[in-house]
Structures are given as structure tokens and as C-alpha cells.
């Protein structure tokens, strides 16, 4: 399994320096940054669109993913591939035709992945397995940072592993939620190789640099 990758969730981020914030997680050493793309609808919360991580896509090279907590992602998936993000991830539960979706996504010219609430199963995988570049497995329920990770999701994560495996294709396993030092081994050794973290690394008390170190440390 490729070596584990870091992803910071910008969603509890000081929004009056987006930009600067989206700089010193970069320089603290994470890999990608995840933007939590959420409508009031879909999810309860309500955050930011296109235009703001537009905004954000001069101040670093590294992949901007965008997080489709919406109701209806067809509707914007343009936006966000033009706004900067190399990989677009929707929720299974919003895409009654995903397999149209994905083809969607990768005609747009980005990534295409798909995440799955924690009661939502992986039964539709095996039928888009050759749209999909992504699979995203919450590991809390969406709308929100700062919850706790639910643990019962590794079997989920591993359950991923193994149709990934078996289908012989690229295709990155995430988790998302509740992920620190003390929840990020176990959702490794389950089989994801993206780790994407938001309170753990911008509430740490030493900051944003040792969070990193701290995760990087319990993942090597
Ligand atoms: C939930 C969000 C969060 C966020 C990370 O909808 O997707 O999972 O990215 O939040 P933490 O790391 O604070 O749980």
C-alpha cells in the first residue's frame, strides 16, 4: 500500500486569513487540502463555494480536493474543477445517477471520487470501478469537524481494500473524520492511504507543524 498522505481539512480554519492558513499548512508539511464543500441542505452546516477556493489556488501547488456535501453536485461540478481542484468527491447519497456523475467529473479533465456516509454501504463499487479514482469513507457523520471517529468504519476501510485489490486498479482510499494520533494508525493498518484531518491539526496546542510531525510520527 502506497505510503501514507496527509490531507488537511481547511472546514475549522480561521476564514479571514483562508489564504495564509492554506500557506502554513502546506509549509507544516501536509500533502493535499481537502475544502468541506457543505450546501445547509445536504448537511446542516453551510461554508464556502468555488470562488473562495479559487481565491486560495494561487497560494500553493499542492492538490486541492473538493468535498461535495451538497445536494445536488451535477449542478456544480464545473465550478470547482475550474476553481482549482484536481479531484471532485461526491456523496453516493446525492448521486442517484453516479456512474454518470464519475464520467461527468473525468470528462471535466479532474479526479473522480466518491464518499460514503457511515451507514451508507459500498455496494454500488463494484459497477463504477472504472469511473472512480477516489473512495472516501466518513468516518464521522458529515457536516461537521471536532466529532469523534467512529471506529466501526475500519471495517468498512478494509472491506474497500479488498475490492480495490481484487479489481487490480488505482484507486485511493480516504477517511475522513476524527482523525489524530490516536485514531490515525488504525485507519492506516484498515487500508487507507489518505488521511484527512482538520481539528487535530489546526487546534493542536503547539501548532500546525507539530501536529503534522505528531501524525506523520504515528503513521510511519
Ligand atoms: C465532516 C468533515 C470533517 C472535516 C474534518 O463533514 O468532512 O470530517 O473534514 O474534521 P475533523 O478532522 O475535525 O474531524
Excluded at 502546506?26 to 468555488?50: E, K, S, Y
Excluded at 479533465?109 to 459500498?122: D, F, I, K, T
Excluded at 466529532?147 to 476501510?157: C, H, L, S, T, W
Aim: charged share 20%; with cysteine.
Amino acid at each position: 500500500m502506497p505510503h501514507p498522505q496527509i490531507v488537511a481539512s481547511v472546514l475549522g480554519a480561521d476564514y479571514s486569513r483562508l489564504g495564509g492558513e492554506v500557506l502554513d499548512l502546506v509549509a507544516a508539511g501536509v500533502d493535499r487540502i481537502q475544502w468541506d464543500v457543505m450546501d445547509g441542505h445536504f448537511v446542516p452546516n453551510l461554508t464556502f463555494g468555488a470562488d473562495v477556493i479559487a481565491a486560495c489556488r494561487s497560494y500553493t501547488e499542492v492538490p486541492f480536493e473538493a468535498h461535495l456535501m451538497v445536494a445536488d453536485p451535477d449542478a456544480v461540478l464545473s465550478d470547482f474543477v475550474e476553481a482549482g481542484c484536481e479531484t471532485i468527491i461526491v456523496h453516493v447519497e446525492t448521486c442517484p445517477h453516479l456512474h454518470r456523475t464519475l464520467s461527468r467529473i473525468r470528462e471535466l479533465g479532474a479526479r473522480a471520487g466518491v464518499a460514503v456516509n457511515p451507514a451508507s454501504s459500498l455496494e454500488f463499487v463494484p459497477y463504477v470501478l472504472e469511473q472512480l479514482d477516489h473512495l472516501l469513507i466518513m468516518t464521522v457523520n458529515p457536516g461537521f469537524g471536532g466529532q469523534d471517529y467512529i471506529g466501526a468504519m475500519e471495517a468498512k476501510v478494509s472491506q474497500a481494500r479488498g475490492l480495490v485489490r481484487d479489481s487490480g486498479r488505482a484507486i485511493r482510499i480516504e477517511v475522513d473524520g476524527g482523525i489524530s494520533v490516536d485514531t490515525a494508525a488504525a485507519a492506516r493498518t484498515s487500508g487507507a492511504e489518505l488521511l484527512v484531518a482538520g481539528s487535530a491539526l489546526l487546534t493542536h496546542p503547539a501548532g500546525k507543524r507539530a501536529a503534522v510531525e505528531d501524525l506523520q510520527r504515528v503513521l510511519a
